[in-house]
């Protein structure tokens, strides 16, 4: 992931979701210096405000649609340091706010990096884009470009730690593995490196262009995203930071109680001792032959456990099945621990889940406290068997209150029912599949 990469992506989504509804807040990775944003930019210029047009909010009948058309402001040009040719120049951006929109002041002077997209420049708040009073660190590098030799610079770090969190502005870095390699390829040139012991490289002197790069690392370990795409203009440069974990992986195959293969089970890696429907460390599907594989598994102690999934569709054919647990368990105390070390690769696990719990049929009838039917009352259907954390599912009666919920034995689930119409209260059942067919009555109480 690259830094620059990523507020460009972000500038780019305004453009995206100006003409759609907004989103609710602005959130902006960290900047990085001024050269990456050179480097990555269409446009790089010091200008005046001179005039705006599209700032004037149309008529919105629906509160929640939100008038989100960009702004364009023309700029008099004081200063070109890249993409601008002629002495005046328009440049889009949002409102401000959820669209990530930069609020320039007619008659105010400023620094813009600005991106281009579908045939227009736009800026954001990601972007370095700011008064000129305050560009002074920006100014410096700029006023550099005339002298600096030709060429762009990619450099960068490769780190322990998931990328799923902040963009990180300090690099904490490991000893790594001399496996270790990172491709640079662009139009015209590859080069093949290496990072140092600490993870860090740099590449001075590359052409002008788009590169593709690619981090290359030992089957022990794995990252979420091994390839980038930069596209830089010349005398700038990009940060590149990747995050890689350890790469165990366990594999396996689900059967049933007749050897033969379930397809479309859930599975999931489980800590031995923890609640294996609310928290899952992986989680996976079988394959039509009934086999399943989770990658970056960390180091530590699992349980595999099948059907346990807290989010179960209501008519997801796998629910037939009891939760179970590896070696082909349905206490989760019996269960078989097995242990995964730094990337260590573990195969061949076989669970044998019991068999079929028999199909059961749930009906039932939404009436008013008078014993009337509600007409097309709207069920809500929750699976509580295992956990308190699974989804709602909706089911609509007839004219005449009658629904019906296919389902297993074994099954818990909490029923309730609305009519659409305000002032009402509902009762809430909960019901135990028990049998091959039951009924339920549900009622309604209108409280005005």
């Known amino acids: 992931m690259t830094i620059r990469s990523v507020v460009l992506s972000l500038s780019i989504l305004i453009v995206l979701l100006l003409a759609s509804r907004a989103v609710t807040a602005c959130t902006c990775a960290p900047g990085g210096s001024p050269c990456e944003s050179y480097g990555s930019a269409s446009a790089v210029f010091v200008g005046t405000v001179t005039s705006v047009r599209g700032s004037e909010r149309r008529p919105v009948k629906d509160p929640k649609d939100v008038d989100w058309v960009p702004v364009a402001y023309k700029f008099s040009v004081d200063q070109s340091y890249l993409g601008v040719s002629g002495t005046e120049i328009e440049v889009f951006t949002g409102r401000g706010g959820g669209d990530c929109g930069f609020d320039f002041q007619q008659g105010q002077r400023y620094l813009v990096y600005a991106h281009r997209y579908n045939d227009k420049l736009i800026t954001s708040i990601c ?14 590098f700029l006023g550099t470009l005339s002298s600096a030799p030709p060429g762009v610079t990619i450099y960068g770090a490769v780190m322990r730690g998931p990328d799923d969190g902040p ?61 980038v795409e930069l596209s830089l203009v010349d005398r700038g440069c990009a940060g590149v930071a990747w995050y890689f974990v350890d790469n165990g992986r366990v594999s396996g195959r689900v059967i049933n109680a007749d050897g033969e293969p379930v397809a479309r089970i859930a599975v999931s890696l489980v800590n031995p001792g923890t609640n294996a429907t609310e928290y899952s460390v992986k989680f996976d599907r079988t394959n039509d032959e009934g086999y399943f594989s989770f990658s970056a598994v960390p180091p530590g102690n699992y349980n595999i456990a099948v059907n346990r999934n807290g989010f179960p569709e209501l008519n997801d054919p796998t629910l037939a099945y009891p939760p179970s647990f590896y070696p082909g368990v349905v206490d989760q105390r019996h269960a078989q621990t097995i242990t995964v070390g730094a990337g260590e690769k573990l195969s061949d696990f076989e669970v044998r889940i019991p068999s079929k719990r028999p199909a059961a049929v749930l009906t039932g009838s ?39 919920i296919d389902g297993y034995v074994g099954q818990k689930l909490r029923i309730e029912a609305r009519s659409n119409r305000p002032m009402e209260r509902s009762e809430v059942l909960t019901v135990g599949l028990e049998r091959s067919t039951q009924t339920v009555r549900i009622v309604i109480t209108r409280l005005r």
Do not use: C
């Open 127 to 140: 972007t370095r884009t700011k008064p000129f009073s305050q560009a002074t660190e920006d100014l410096a």
């Open 167 to 227: 963009i990180r502005t300090e690099i904490k870095t490991e000893p790594l593995s001399p496996d270790i390699q990172i491709v640079i390829e662009g139009e015209t040139e590859k080069k093949e490196i290496r990072p140092d012991t600490d993870g860090r490289f740099r590449v001075n002197g590359l052409r002008p262009g788009k590169y593709k790069l690619a981090l290359r690392l030992p089957d022990t370990l794995t990252t979420a995203r091994n390839e």
């Open 366 to 404: 939404v009436v008013w406290a008078d014993g009337s039917p509600v007409e097309n009352a709207q069920v809500s259907v929750k699976d509580t068997t295992y956990t308190h954390n699974s989804m709602n599912y909706g089911v609509t009666a007839d004219g005449q209150g009658q629904f019906k």
